[in-house]
């Protein structure tokens, strides 16, 4: 099982962009799907979490400026950032709550990161 993100970047304070995880392997299902992200000499902090139902968990400084999305048919999560600071600037990573096929084992799953740079 493999997590891999896209859409990360450069971007002006104020603009827009639009992260993706994938999910792939021998998945039988996946509960909760989430981003996180850490900045230089911070610890990782939870940025939102959707569950396989749909409901969603932001982290209060993201609210009404992030939107977590997924598309279950194709395991995957997307993540829409607008109005974006300076201080979001971060790798944001991508996790996933995932039973595997075969041997039904339960496990969470992390991305490699996806560096998201926002300039002022």
């Known amino acids: 099982v493999q997590l891999v993100e896209s859409g990360g970047g450069l971007v002006q304070a104020g603009g827009s962009l639009r992260l993706s995880c994938a999910a792939s392997g021998n998945i039988f299902s996946i509960n909760a799907m989430g981003w996180y992200r850490q900045a230089p000499g911070k610890q990782r902090e939870l940025v939102a979490t959707?569950?396989?139902?749909?409901?969603?968990n932001y982290a209060d400084s993201m609210k009404g400026r992030f939107t977590i999305s997924r598309d279950n048919a194709k395991n995957t999560v997307y993540l829409q950032m607008n109005s974006l600071k300076p201080e979001d600037t971060a790798v944001y990573y991508c996790?996933?709550?995932?039973?595997?096929?075969?041997?039904?084992?339960?496990?969470?799953?992390w991305g490699q990161g996806t560096q998201v740079t926002v300039s002022s």
């Open positions: 959707i569950t396989g139902g749909g409901s969603t």
């Open positions: 996790n996933a709550d995932i039973i595997r096929r075969y041997d039904y084992s339960f496990r969470a799953y």
